[in-house]
C-alpha cells in the first residue's frame, strides 16, 4: 500500500514539473515577408535588381539583333555565295542563334537569379538574425513562419519588436496615420 502511494505521489510530482516545462514554453510567429520588404536595404537591392534585369535585357535583345542583322545578310547576299563561303556564313549564323537563345532562356536568369541572391541574402540573414535574437530576448521559445499558420493571436506576433529593433517603420506606403478621435467642439 505505502509503495502504490509513493508510486502515485511520484507520477504526480512528475506531471506537475511537466506542466511547468510546458507553461514556460513560449511561441510567437513572424512573417519575415513583410520584415524584409519594410527593411530599407530591400528597396535599394530591388532597385538594383531593376537595374540589373534591364541591363541583361538589353544584353539578350544585342544578341537577338545580332543574330537577325545575320540572317538578313545570308537571305540577301547567299545567292551571289560559292558553296564554302555559304557554309561558313551559316555556320556563324548558326553560332549567333545559339548564343541569342542560350543567353535569354539559361545564362540571363541564372545571372538574374545569382544576383538576386547576393543581394538578398544579407537582408534575409539580417532579418532572421534581429528575429532571434528578439525571440531570446523576449523569452520566445519558438517563432514560427506566419505565412505557415492559420490562425494566430496578434499578441504573440514579434514583428513590432523585431521592426522597433531594426528601428523600422511597419506602415503601408500610402496609408494614413492612425488618428486619436478628438472630443466634439462645444457650442457656444
Same mark, same amino acid.
Given at each position: 500500500?505505502?509503495?502504490?502511494?509513493?508510486?502515485?505521489?511520484?507520477?504526480?510530482?512528475?506531471?506537475? !514539473?511537466?506542466?511547468?516545462?510546458?507553461?514556460?514554453?513560449?511561441?510567437? +510567429?513572424?512573417?519575415?515577408?513583410?520584415?524584409?520588404?519594410? *527593411?530599407?536595404?530591400?528597396?535599394?537591392?530591388?532597385?538594383? *535588381?531593376?537595374? +540589373?534585369?534591364?541591363?541583361?535585357?538589353?544584353?539578350? %535583345?544585342?544578341?537577338?539583333?545580332? +543574330?537577325?542583322?545575320?540572317?538578313?545578310?545570308?537571305?540577301?547576299?547567299? @545567292?551571289?555565295? !560559292?558553296?564554302?563561303?555559304?557554309?561558313?556564313?551559316?555556320?556563324?549564323? %548558326?553560332?549567333?542563334?545559339?548564343? @541569342?537563345? %542560350?543567353?535569354?532562356?539559361?545564362?540571363?536568369?541564372?545571372?538574374?537569379?545569382?544576383?538576386?541572391?547576393?543581394?538578398?541574402?544579407?537582408?534575409?540573414?539580417?532579418?532572421?538574425?534581429?528575429?532571434?535574437?528578439?525571440?531570446?530576448?523576449?523569452?520566445?521559445? +519558438?517563432?514560427?513562419?506566419?505565412?505557415?499558420?492559420?490562425?494566430?493571436?496578434?499578441?504573440?506576433?514579434?514583428?513590432?519588436?523585431?521592426?522597433?529593433?531594426? %528601428?523600422?517603420?511597419?506602415?503601408?506606403?500610402? @496609408?494614413?496615420?492612425?488618428?486619436?478621435?478628438? @472630443?466634439?467642439?462645444?457650442?457656444?
Amino acid at each position: 500500500m505505502q509503495k502504490r502511494f509513493s508510486l502515485v505521489i511520484v507520477v504526480m510530482s512528475l506531471l506537475l !514539473s511537466a506542466g511547468k516545462v510546458n507553461a514556460q514554453t513560449k511561441i510567437g +510567429y513572424i512573417s519575415l515577408q513583410e520584415l524584409i520588404v519594410a *527593411m530599407p536595404e530591400f528597396k535599394k537591392a530591388q532597385d538594383d *535588381m531593376g537595374e +540589373y534585369q534591364k541591363a541583361i535585357q538589353q544584353q539578350a %535583345n544585342e544578341y537577338q539583333e545580332a +543574330y537577325e542583322r545575320l540572317d538578313s545578310i545570308f537571305v540577301a547576299d547567299s @545567292a551571289k555565295w !560559292s558553296a564554302a563561303q555559304k557554309q561558313v556564313k551559316r555556320k556563324q549564323l %548558326n553560332e549567333a542563334y545559339l548564343k @541569342a537563345a %542560350n543567353f535569354s532562356q539559361q545564362e540571363g536568369p541564372k545571372m538574374i537569379q545569382e544576383r538576386e541572391q547576393t543581394l538578398l541574402g544579407p537582408i534575409q540573414q539580417k532579418a532572421v538574425t534581429t528575429t532571434q535574437e528578439v525571440a531570446k530576448a523576449n523569452g520566445f521559445t +519558438y517563432v514560427l513562419s506566419k505565412e505557415q499558420l492559420i490562425s494566430f493571436p496578434d499578441a504573440d506576433d514579434i514583428l513590432p519588436l523585431v521592426a522597433k529593433k531594426l %528601428n523600422i517603420s511597419l506602415t503601408k506606403p500610402g @496609408a494614413a496615420p492612425a488618428t486619436t478621435p478628438t @472630443a466634439p467642439a462645444k457650442k457656444p
